[in-house]
């Protein structure tokens, strides 16, 4: 018996081999040891041979306690092998079933339960470097998982604008099936160098680097690789074009769309292009706006400047303290309105001119699927006329060698590619209705941010010279001992003056008359029981009209602050609340 066989079974035990199948499923221990006593009881060699293995594991057994449990299925090869083919099956899986301690070996099921790496691309701004208004420089870091990058980690990346142009350029014309956003411009309407400038360029290519990354087409395109891994520079290696340029895509775009059985991608080309219209002319209507504030700020400031100047003659002391005091005011107040003129060209401008861009790119890249479908009908046409000509060289009476290799070869290049395009086509329709579905959404949701940042810088600028005008109201009741200009539109002196001069802007919100709000809400319930009755309600009729002849502000009352009159109709309208 060779018993160097036996003790490299015992470093190699049976039990940690690949697990075989009988006809009846897997077998435990148990059941393979009783049937190799049973099955083989005259060979007395195998029996020795099994029982010096038996005694092996039975000292393997106490180093293996702490390691987990083997599953059943791996427990023992089939009692259907015969003794006479182990030893060439020993000697063909030596090597293979090399066996390790177990603590570096997963479980069969574990594995099988791990979740699959998915691919990532995940890029990080971390500066921007600009000399004056040239090109700026972005320097960002990236973190990938896709094979073919050559590391997983790049520092310190450094990327000029124009790099990220010719970027997005090859990325539009070689993945018609995705929607590549816009590239952020270089420059905003905040002015060169300052800090909201430099934040919201950061953001913006943050955004536009996200978005490319995330897209499953985009990231695996080989110009995303050469972009991030060049060291001096970017250039493009493959410089594709649109499928149709200049003077033909404005005659294609002339003729009707070719039949579309997509209606969802067919509905939004005119609405995209409704929204780049809009947006382009909400742009330039904002930009007149702009101009004009700056203007109304710059005229504001011209007359603060003479206003002020007026109290050098004036003989009044407190007349001319209030010229001074209301020039150098109102020169404020234009100061604001130059800097909200600028708030609105960054904040509402600038996003409306992104719109505007964003949505043409999508136009035409729904324009390039229609031009597709045109070459798809073209080549459909192509392949019937070669195969009518195949079919009369087939009838024809003198038929020659050449003609008829001609005629198949060519009919076999159009149903190529008549195939090569169905395929493009359906893989660019279908990845086009999951683009356009993300692109409204986040397009949505970026123009509901930036309405939302608009109005709450213009209701802020707006507190902010309310409450610069409520500074100089002092000092214009102060001008003579009856109050000023106070008294303008009133018979005699007010009988109660209001004492508190405070200003409405504080830290709780905006209380526009300077007393606080009430408590009660007596005019919400007057606005809400003034119901318009409908004719023929006679209940509805009678129940409205005891609830207006109970309201305690009809009944009359000698307190004048509860008469509604032309005199505090605007202390009335000041303190109302409005929701």
């Known amino acids: 018996m060779d018993y160097s066989e036996s003790m490299r079974e015992a470093d190699n035990p049976k039990w940690e081999a690949s697990t075989c199948s009988t006809d009846v499923g897997w077998i435990d221990t148990s059941e393979t040891q009783n049937s190799f006593a049973v099955e083989e009881p005259e060979n007395s060699n195998f029996a020795r041979e099994h029982s010096h293995r038996l ?24 009692t259907t092998h015969r003794p006479q083919d182990k030893e060439p099956q ?6 293979a079933l090399r066996v390790e301690p177990q603590r570096y070996h997963r479980a069969r099921w574990q594995s099988q339960q791990l979740p699959v790496s998915q691919h990532k691309l995940q890029t990080k701004i971390t500066g921007l470097e600009r000399t004056g208004r040239k090109d700026p420089i972005l320097r960002f870091d990236v973190h990938t998982n896709l094979p073919k990058f050559r590391t997983t980690q790049f520092r310190d990346v450094r990327r000029t604008h124009s790099e990220f142009v010719k970027l997005a350029e090859h990325l539009i014309s070689s993945n018609p099936e995705a929607i590549v956003p816009a590239v952020p411009t270089a420059l905003t309407s905040a002015g060169v160098g300052t800090d909201e400038d430099e934040a919201r360029v950061k953001s913006s290519f943050q955004k536009w680097l996200n978005q490319v990354c995330s897209n499953p087409v985009l990231m695996k395109d080989d110009e995303i690789i050469l972009f991030i891994e060049s060291d001096f520079g970017y250039s493009p290696m493959l410089r594709r074009k649109q499928p149709a340029t200049g003077v033909r895509r404005k005659v294609i775009k002339q003729f009707a769309p070719p039949p579309d059985d997509t209606p969802e991608l067919q509905n939004a080309r005119p609405l995209v292009k409704a929204l780049y219209l809009g947006m382009m002319d909400a742009g330039h209507k904002i930009d007149k706006l702009v101009k004009a504030r700056k203007g109304l700020g710059l005229a504001e400031s011209d007359f603060g400047v003479k206003l002020d100047s007026m109290h050098v003659q004036e003989l009044h002391q407190g007349l001319a303290n209030a010229y001074r005091k209301m020039g150098k005011t109102i020169q404020t107040t234009g100061d604001y309105h130059s800097a909200q003129g600028t708030a609105e060209a960054t904040i509402i401008g ?24 045109r070459e798809l009908l073209q080549a459909q046409q192509l392949t019937r006329s070669k195969s009518s000509a195949a079919e009369r060289l087939k009838v024809s009476s003198s038929v020659r060698r050449d003609k008829v290799d001609e005629a198949i070869s060519a009919h076999e290049e159009a149903s190529k590619n008549e195939m090569f395009l169905l395929e493009k086509s359906k893989t660019v329709t279908k990845n086009l209705l999951l683009e356009q579905r993300r692109w409204f959404k986040r397009t949505v949701a970026d123009l509901k941010f930036s309405i939302r940042e608009y109005a709450i810088r213009e209701i802020e600028a707006e507190r902010r010279t309310l409450a610069t005008l409520e500074i100089i109201r002092p000092d214009i009741r102060a001008i003579d001992s009856s109050g000023g200009l ?11 003056r209001r004492t508190s001069l405070g200003s409405s802007q504080g830290a709780k919100g905006d209380s526009w008359s300077g007393v606080p709000r009430r408590t009660d809400q007596l005019n ?17 009729d009678s129940l409205n009209r005891k609830k207006i002849t109970t309201l305690p502000v009809v009944k009359e009352s000698a307190n004048d602050s509860d008469r509604i009159d032309a005199r505090n109709a605007a202390s009335r309208l000041a303190s109302a609340t409005f929701l």
Do not use: C, M, W
């Open 55 to 78: 005694e092996s594991d039975a000292k393997l057994a106490s180093t293996s306690e702490i390691h987990s449990q083997i599953p059943e299925g791996d427990a023992l090869q089939s």
């Open 350 to 373: 600038d996003s409306l001119r992104y719109f505007s861009q964003d949505a043409y790119i999508v136009k035409e890249t729904l324009t390039n699927r229609y031009i597709l479908l």
């Open 486 to 496: 106070s008294r303008l539109g009133r018979e005699a002196d007010p009988a109660a």
């Open 524 to 540: 919400r319930n007057i606005s809400s029981n003034l119901i318009l009755n409908l004719p023929g309600d006679e209940e509805g």
């Open 90 to 95: 020993q000697q063909q899986s030596k090597e």
